[in-house]
């Protein structure tokens, strides 16, 4: 019986494995970056590195909420002893953005998963993003940021380095009607946006729109130990492989040249919607039938007694 009890938990433990990383495809993108693909090119390079620690998101704003009376990069130097990723202790900087992430966090959890695994196609999708906002009037320049073109690549640049403003704004104006029915931005309560003053060296990480992907331009200021160091950002694994919470697998990426075909990625949608449905009733049955052969031999052994 103990024998049959391990065949059976390994038989549950391999279906869910780790190793099945979630996939996404451009509906999810574009929903997932939505919310933040028009903020000024370093705080959008730390929120998507801070994602990808979720837990340390959910402590760090818990901390910030029971000290609202640091602020700024004051608030940051105070968290140096905690054990949170630098890109998290960042955000203590910018409370209204670190508190959304944590009201959401399933938004966030599935935005680090997503820049980890498909980190150039998440660059093309801010890109994406920011073209429809520009064309639709509501990326431009203002008395805080310039948007600049270099390139194919739009970036904004803050007009002072040190003096970072943090739009707030809804997904569903900004881009124009939304174009996927069944992937739909988060939304967030809206906050009164203010510039924060921060020192000119305070953000580490920068959006290379060329190579498609986030670099480490010096090592964080604020933190006196710490992993990060210049050249492509990496992701720092604390957890054990065996120890993560896994994720079931979904469905497939579509190529990055399809982002501006909307009927081509309406097809894609649903055919993804079908998918996930088939898996999770794959999931069920699996899951069923290890209860029945559970049963059945709990059953058989009573009977044997």
Do not use: C
């Not at 881009?175 to 060296?201: F, L």
């Not at 190529?255 to 794959?282: D, F, N, S, V, W």
């Amino acid at each position: 019986m103990k024998t049959l009890f391990v065949m059976l938990l390994g038989a549950v433990l391999g279906f869910m494995s780790p190793a099945q990383a979630r996939t996404f495809n451009q509906a999810e993108l574009d929903a997932l970056l939505a919310p933040v693909a028009l903020y000024p090119d370093p705080l959008l390079s730390q929120v998507l590195m801070a994602a990808t620690y979720p837990q340390d998101v959910a402590e760090a704003a818990a901390w910030s909420r029971a000290n609202p009376h640091l602020t700024g990069e004051q608030a940051v130097r105070a968290a140096e002893p905690y054990p949170w990723d630098p890109g998290v202790k960042s955000l203590l900087a910018f409370p209204d953005v670190l508190a959304r992430m944590d009201e959401s966090p399933q938004w966030t959890a599935d935005l680090g998963q997503a820049f980890l695994a498909y980190e150039p196609y998440v660059m093309d999708t801010v890109q994406a993003l920011r073209r429809r906002a520009h064309a639709s009037g509501h990326l431009r320049n203002d008395p805080y940021q310039v948007v600049e073109q270099h390139g194919p690549a739009i970036a904004v640049v803050p007009v002072q380095p040190h003096v970072v403003y943090v739009p707030y704004y809804s997904p569903y104006v900004v881009y124009g009607p939304w174009w996927w029915p069944h992937y739909r931005p988060v939304s967030w309560r809206a906050w009164r946006p203010a510039p924060v003053i921060v020192s000119a060296n305070f953000f580490f990480g920068s959006p290379d729109w060329h190579r498609r992907h986030v670099t480490v331009v010096h090592r964080p200021a604020f933190v006196a130990h710490t992993h990060v160091s210049p050249g492509r950002w990496q992701h720092y694994r604390r957890v054990p492989e065996a120890q993560r919470q896994p994720i079931v697998r979904s469905h497939s990426l579509p190529p990055a040249q399809r982002i501006e075909t909307p009927r081509h990625h309406h097809h894609e949608a649903r055919h993804g919607l079908r998918a996930e449905g088939k898996e999770r009733k794959e999931i069920r049955e699996h899951r069923r039938e290890v209860k029945e052969q559970r049963r059945d031999a709990r059953h058989g052994k009573d009977r044997r007694g």
